[in-house]
């Protein structure tokens, strides 16, 4: 499993808007499953009204971003999340969620993508050996951000594995075609 972070770029106002609301650098997160769907990427998006599977790394072009190679210790936990991750495909954007992300306030059925990516990491149940889902159960409730996924990563041991442009990602992967 594959998620990636894409920062904010400071320049764009809505970029700028997301990150002061929830008060993190990244403006967006998304997952994909290299074993299953090789470069699809799946994401909770506003312009698309909700989960869908739509995006490759192509396409996000000279976005700055952050990916991080999940290690899975079961192929059958891989298989729950890639079945959580397209289980919500059609689910509206939590725009309530986002807009009133400080006062903890989400919409039922409805996923903004820093907590669809979080609880689709949750389905692993444990990385590197380490249970996530208490950490995972502890964010119930409240206002996932960016941050909050790299804290669970890097509490996991789970390194950067790219940071940079994500033209140049795709050309040292070999997504670029």
């Known amino acids: 499993m594959r998620l990636i972070l894409i920062e904010a770029n400071p320049e764009l106002l809505l970029d700028r808007t997301v990150s002061i609301l929830t008060n993190t650098h990244y403006r967006h997160a998304c997952m994909c499953f290299p074993t299953i769907t090789q470069a699809l990427l799946f994401e909770s998006s506003l312009k698309k009204g909700g989960v869908v599977p739509y995006r490759h790394f192509k396409d996000l072009k000279d976005s700055q971003i952050v990916v991080y190679d999940v290690p899975i210790d079961s192929e059958v936990t891989l298989l729950d999340a890639f079945h959580f991750a397209i289980s919500k495909i059609g689910h509206k954007y939590d725009l309530t969620g986002f ?22 990491l949750g389905q692993l149940g444990t ?33 950067v594995s790219f940071r940079g442009k994500a033209k140049v990602y795709t050309e040292l992967v070999g997504l670029s075609s």
């Open 127 to 159: 990385i590197n050996g380490l249970s996530i889902v208490p950490m995972v159960n502890l964010m119930r409730g409240t206002s996932i951000s960016g941050a909050d996924i790299e804290t669970i990563l890097r509490q996991c041991n789970v390194a």
């Open 99 to 120: 807009l009133l992300w400080c006062f903890n306030r989400s919409t039922p059925g409805k996923l903004y993508c820093f907590e669809y990516v979080l609880k689709a």
